[in-house]
């Protein structure tokens, strides 16, 4: 017999094994087949496409009558029709084009390079500062966070606003909702909270908005003081439905960037119900059927899906507190479809009045309708017990307000409502506050104790 040494059938296997490995590396390197298809129909803002395959989500490319290329996204399918929606303006499209898949997607640019820039939805400034020279990108969408990894919500954040420190404290990696109509001062708050709060970062996603909005935020609201540590993500009114679902989608991946990184982050979402709506249109437009006031279920399922991308890490070191702004309808918040949905996801809320601001009272703060879910966690019980007191006497100077304003209140007819009167311009003071004026949360809850007294009191007065 002749049978070979054993040494050397192991190196025959090893060999083997190499060149296997070997056409193992070439095989990944090699470039996947992409199937291209032709673009049959065009409805409103509604590509559908045959012979190619591209899953949810993926891009494609749709030639253009002038030798470009449109760039879509794929949000949907049915009977072997792929449903496109243009990321950018649809112009110059002809039947039967060439549709090409984009097998691979590179991120969004990411990192230091970002803040102080201006930027859209695809990561390209806007801001006329030329090019970002970001050498880190980071993926659009991540897979959740374990809640029974994700670190607990226990430490304040100051947030530089007197009447949110002392009776609506934020906690580090809360999610909170601005709620409030049209007009009255919603996006002044912010960037008084986008200059004060302290943090490492600030993110602002301006979704949606009115485009002079978006250059009187970053230059006056937000200034060039407040605008080196932030990042603004700015897709407005005027861009197509994707672009906004997307602009919010990124605002957020930049956020979740740099809380990886360790550290506290600011969020700011002007304004979830344009994001909302821009799923709406999206949904409604390849066949969704509507459930609620013209929401398509997918509306609120996507909503927590970028709600929940907020708040605190696993590993304890970064954190992303987030505020989103409502827009309600007639200035209703009770009975509007996403302010509903909003309430029941979100760790507070801050409801803005419109008579406040029409009074000249800013920011327009109503404290009655407003709360914070974890300020039991992050605060003193005597500053819960001072917060109690001030929400019981602001609340009986309410309900008689019209009495008193007319004089047929009489005084000693109830010895908290004449309390409230006695207090009432302090009160009222207490919750206002100038644009460029900061206020930590020392200063805050000294300023409450002042107002209120030491809060040892029962509160049987209030």
Same mark, same amino acid.
């Given at each position: 017999m002749n049978d070979a040494p054993p040494q050397a059938s192991t190196a025959?296997?090893?060999g083997w094994q190499a060149r296997l490995a070997a056409r193992g590396r070439q095989v990944d390197k090699t470039r996947p087949i992409v199937v291209e298809g032709m673009l049959r129909r065009v409805v409103g803002l509604t590509l559908e496409a045959v012979g190619c395959e591209a899953?949810?989500?993926?891009?494609?490319?749709?030639?253009s009558a002038d030798g470009g290329s449109?760039?879509?996204?794929?949000?949907?399918?049915?009977?072997?029709r792929l449903y496109l929606m243009p990321t950018g303006v649809l112009h110059g499209v002809l039947p039967n084009?060439?549709?090409?898949?984009?097998?691979?997607?590179?991120?969004?640019?990411?990192g230091d390079a970002l803040l102080g820039r201006v930027i859209d939805a695809t990561g390209a400034p806007l801001d006329g500062r030329g090019p970002l020279g970001a050498d880190q990108h980071t993926s659009l969408k991540r897979p959740p966070i374990n809640p029974m990894q994700r670190r607990p919500i226990s430490q304040p954040l100051d947030v530089g606003v007197r009447a949110i420190n002392a009776l609506l404290t934020v906690g580090r990696g809360q999610r909170m909702g601005l709620f409030a109509g049209s007009g009255v001062g919603k996006s002044t708050l912010l960037g008084m909270m986008t200059r004060f709060t302290n943090a490492d970062v600030v993110v602002v996603g301006l979704i949606g908005e009115r485009g002079r909005e978006v250059k009187e935020f970053v230059d006056q609201i937000l200034?060039?003081?407040g605008r080196q540590r932030a990042v603004i993500v700015a897709e407005p009114a005027d861009a197509p439905p994707l672009s906004r679902l997307r602009g919010a989608q990124v605002a957020t991946a930049v956020a979740e960037h740099f809380r990886d990184r360790g550290l506290r982050v600011l969020l700011l979402m002007d304004s979830l119900t344009r994001y909302a709506q821009a799923q709406r249109e999206i949904a409604l437009a390849i066949g969704e059927p509507p459930a609620t006031k013209g929401y398509p279920p997918s509306v609120f399922a996507l909503l927590p899906a970028? %709600?929940?991308?907020? !708040?605190?890490?696993?590993d304890g070191r970064g954190s992303i507190t987030a505020f989103y702004t409502v827009l309600t309808e007639g200035d209703d918040h009770r009975h509007d479809p996403i302010a509903d949905a909003a309430r029941a996801i979100l760790d507070g809320h801050i409801v803005l009045s419109r008579d406040l601001a029409e009074a000249g009272h800013y920011p327009a703060i109503d404290i009655e309708a407003s709360i914070s879910r974890v300020m039991p966690a992050v605060t003193a019980p005597a500053q819960m017990k001072l917060a109690q007191r001030f929400r019981q006497v602001y609340s009986a100077y309410s309900r008689q307000r019209d009495l008193i304003t007319i004089g047929a209140y009489q005084k000693g007819s109830d010895p908290r409502?004449?309390?409230a009167i006695a207090l009432w311009p302090v009160l009222s003071a207490f919750l206002q506050q100038e644009t460029g004026e900061a206020v930590d949360l020392d200063t805050?809850?000294?300023?409450?104790?002042? %107002?209120?007294?030491? !809060?040892?009191g029962d509160g049987s007065a209030a």
């Open positions: 025959r296997a090893a899953p949810v989500g993926s891009r494609c490319l749709v030639d449109i760039e879509t996204e794929v949000v949907g399918f049915s009977d072997g084009a060439r549709v090409r898949p984009c097998p691979h997607d590179s991120g969004i640019p990411a200034g060039e003081e970028l %709600v929940e991308r907020a !708040g605190n890490d696993a409502v004449d309390e805050a809850l000294r300023t409450l104790t002042e %107002v209120l007294g030491d !809060g040892t």
